[in-house]
């Protein structure tokens, strides 16, 4: 997930203006083509650090799966390398590929322990996430779907009150109140779900948007490391809510 709008005129955004990006002024400038090869490793890096996640964690005796103590200082080391990213486009090199490694362990574990209570769910999980991303894709190519300036607002906004929510839950949990009842298998439950994955998949539209600008105004090369990391970003948080939605869909049977 990215907090990252549209980097068009109307947004307002002027980190993200074009005009900063004059043509004639790039010598190297980036391109679609190189940010999507930049996307391809982050998510080699990914999927091989989440090989490790995955081995890390095993089920005990009695076939329960713990979640890692280990897992909460590397979710906080991942997050904190992110704003970082987020906030210093020129170092999305560095620091958008050791996000992707310590997010990719993170992620390697999570997929275990819905692996061991729901057989499957992981390929599942993958089919769909690889498929909202391609549906979304298609549709931003075509012009189905355009990145606006009330689009960009509307998931900014949104984007936070989930984020807020999240944060709350995760809060109160420390203090033993499970205030997540976004989290239950009910009815809400998958209706919030299903939100969270349309507004991830709005996103991806935002994104997409992002390489196309600053790319046609010639933004510098390093941009392309930075625009991946956005994309990356996305798709993780789209993932997670993914998988969380086939939990909760099953449980309910």
């Known amino acids: 997930m990215t907090s990252i709008a549209a980097p068009e ?5 002027p980190a993200f203006d074009p005009d900063r990006y004059p043509s004639e002024t790039s ?3 980036m391109t679609s083509r190189g940010t999507a090869w930049k996307a391809l490793v982050f998510t080699l890096i990914l999927i091989a650090a989440a090989t490790g996640g995955w ?44 996000y992707a490694g310590l997010e990719g362990w993170i992620l390697g574990a999570i ?31 075509v012009g189905a779907v355009r990145a606006t300036r009330r689009m960009a607002r509307g998931v900014t906004v949104a984007m936070g009150g989930v984020v807020l929510l999240y ?5 109160l949990s420390l203090f033993g109140v499970d205030a997540a009842f976004w989290a239950r298998p009910t009815s809400f439950g998958v209706f919030f779900s299903v939100v969270v994955i ?23 090369k390093h941009m392309e490391w930075y625009a991946a990391f956005g994309l990356i970003l996305t798709l993780v948080w789209l993932y997670l809510e993914v998988i969380r939605l086939i939990a909760l869909n099953r449980s309910r049977q």
Do not use: C, H, K
């Open 27 to 29: 010598v190297q400038p």
């Open 55 to 98: 081995s890390s964690v095993s089920p005990d005796p009695g076939g329960l799966v713990v979640w890692p103590w280990w897992a909460w200082w590397m979710g906080l080391a991942a997050f904190i390398l992110a704003m970082i990213t987020l906030s210093r486009p020129r170092l999305a090199a560095v620091t958008g590929l050791a």
């Open 198 to 220: 349309a507004l991830a998949a709005f996103n991806l539209v935002l994104d997409f948007d992002m390489i196309e600008r600053l790319g046609a105004a010639a933004a510098p």
């Open 111 to 141: 997929s275990a322990i819905y692996e061991v209570r729901f057989d499957g769910i992981v390929v599942q999980a993958v089919i769909l996430t690889i498929a909202v991303l391609l549906a979304t894709l298609v549709l931003y190519l």
């Open 167 to 171: 944060a709350f839950g995760w809060i």
């Open 9 to 13: 005129r109307q947004t307002g955004n």
